[in-house]
C-alpha cells in the first residue's frame, strides 16, 4: 500500500522556522519526484516546491523562492521541506504528493498520483 505521511506542522511565529517531512512507503522511492502542495482557506492549491529523487532536481514556486528549501533523504525514503522566514500568508494545510517518473512539477498536479494526508502550518503575525 501507497503511504505518504506528512509530518512537521505547527504553530509558529511570524520569521520563524518549520521543518516538514514526508515519508513515503509502498513504492520504489526512485524513479520518482515528491512534491509539496499547500491550501489555504479559500484558496486553490498551490504547488510548493518538488524534488526529482533520481536526479536531485529541486523546483519552487514563487511564494517559496529563497524561503524555502527541499531536500530528500533516499535512505530513509523521506523529502523535507525546510521552512523559513516564514509569513502568516504561509498558513496553509501542506500536502506532500509523489509523481512517478524523472521529473517533477509545480505546476501541474494532476500529474501526481499518491498523496499523504496533509499537515497544518500556521504562522502568527
Known amino acids: 500500500e501507497v503511504q505518504l505521511q506528512a509530518s512537521g506542522g505547527g504553530l509558529v511565529q511570524a520569521g520563524g522556522s518549520l521543518r516538514l517531512s514526508c515519508a513515503a512507503s509502498?513504492?520504489?522511492?526512485?524513479?520518482?519526484?515528491i512534491g509539496w502542495f499547500r491550501q489555504a482557506p479559500g484558496k486553490e492549491r498551490e504547488g510548493v516546491s518538488c524534488?526529482?529523487?533520481?536526479?536531485?532536481?529541486?523546483y519552487y514556486g514563487d511564494s517559496a523562492k529563497g524561503r524555502f528549501t527541499i531536500s530528500s533523504d533516499n535512505a530513509k525514503n523521506t523529502v523535507y521541506l525546510q521552512m523559513d522566514s516564514l509569513k502568516p500568508e504561509d498558513t496553509a494545510v501542506y500536502y506532500c504528493?509523489?509523481?512517478?517518473?524523472?521529473?517533477?512539477?509545480?505546476?501541474?498536479?494532476?500529474?501526481?498520483?499518491?498523496w499523504g494526508q496533509g499537515t497544518q502550518v500556521t504562522v502568527s503575525s
Open positions: 509502498g513504492f520504489t522511492f526512485d524513479p520518482h519526484a
Open positions: 504528493a509523489a509523481l512517478n517518473g524523472y521529473g517533477c512539477s509545480v505546476v501541474d498536479e494532476t500529474l501526481y498520483a499518491y
Open positions: 524534488i526529482s529523487i533520481s536526479s536531485g532536481n529541486t
